[in-house]
């Protein structure tokens, strides 16, 4: 089955940090960009960062660049995000996904900042 | 980094077909094949509709079609259904790896 599964959300303090996890299978990951995409509580879908099938090139979101990471393990199949320096406002559903044709978005998980 | 700007609202009746238009700039709509449109249905992950501006993806009805005109795309839904009922976003790629949405426009069925 082609999926994406997000892992790694929950609460956490104004200026504290998360990694979130993307762990892709049937489909070929290493062969693809991916993304990571959020959605704040009743607002609309904001695209954050995006990575290279080989890694080495990435991009970001002016409201997220210098704070968040992007990276991957194509040997583990798994995509990440390292989440530094959040604020209330980073506080939305996480996704992973792909751009391309084949439209995988992974269900999402649950960041909230809060103290 | 600003996003593509969608309708709030739009509204028609079973059988109808509406339009809801994307309006980005020459830097991204305008110069990108690479506008793509989503679907979501509440505490849903969305859902690809239309891809390089309008191909449809495997499994998707082709009551759903896209198009562009300059820096303005389109998603046209023909022969609404109740399950047409949703929020649909545009996306496309801007410039140096970066990509924008657009604002959602919720969908309503009469």
Redesign the interface.
């Known amino acids: 089955e082609v999926q994406l599964v997000e892992s790694g959300g929950g609460l956490v303090q104004p200026g504290g940090s998360l990694r979130l996890s993307c762990a892709a299978s049937g489909f070929s990951f290493s062969s693809k960009w991916m993304?990571w995409?959020r959605q704040a509580p009743g607002k609309?879908?904001?695209?954050l960062s995006?990575i290279k099938s080989d890694g080495k090139?990435?991009?970001y979101?002016?409201?997220v660049k210098g704070r968040f990471t992007i990276s991957r393990d194509n040997a583990e199949n798994t995509l990440y995000l390292q989440m530094n320096s959040l604020r209330a406002e980073d506080t939305a559903v996480y996704?992973c996904?792909t751009?391309?044709?084949?439209?995988i978005?992974?269900?999402?998980t649950l960041v909230t900042v809060s103290s | 980094?600003s996003?593509l700007t969608q309708p709030a609202s739009v509204s028609g009746s079973p059988g109808q077909s509406i339009t809801i238009s994307c309006t980005g700039t020459s830097s991204d709509v305008g110069s990108s094949n690479?506008v793509?449109w989503?679907q979501?249905h509440p505490g849903k992950?969305?859902?690809?509709m239309i891809?390089?501006v309008s191909?449809w993806?495997s499994g998707v009805s082709n009551r759903f079609s896209g198009s562009k005109s300059g820096n303005t795309a389109s998603l046209t839904i023909s022969g609404l259904q109740a399950e047409d009922e949703a929020?649909y976003?545009c996306?496309s790629y801007s410039r140096?790896?970066?990509?924008?949405?657009?604002?959602?426009t919720k969908l309503t069925v009469l």
Not at chain 1, 105 to 108: I, K, T
Not at chain 2, 96 to 104: D, E, L, Q, R, T
């Open positions: 993304h995409v609309g879908l904001l695209w995006n090139n990435t991009y979101a002016d409201s996704y996904a751009f391309d044709y084949s439209g978005w992974g269900q999402g | 980094q996003a690479l793509s989503y979501q992950a969305p859902k690809l891809y390089e191909n993806p929020d976003y996306s140096s790896g970066i990509w924008v949405f657009g604002g959602g």
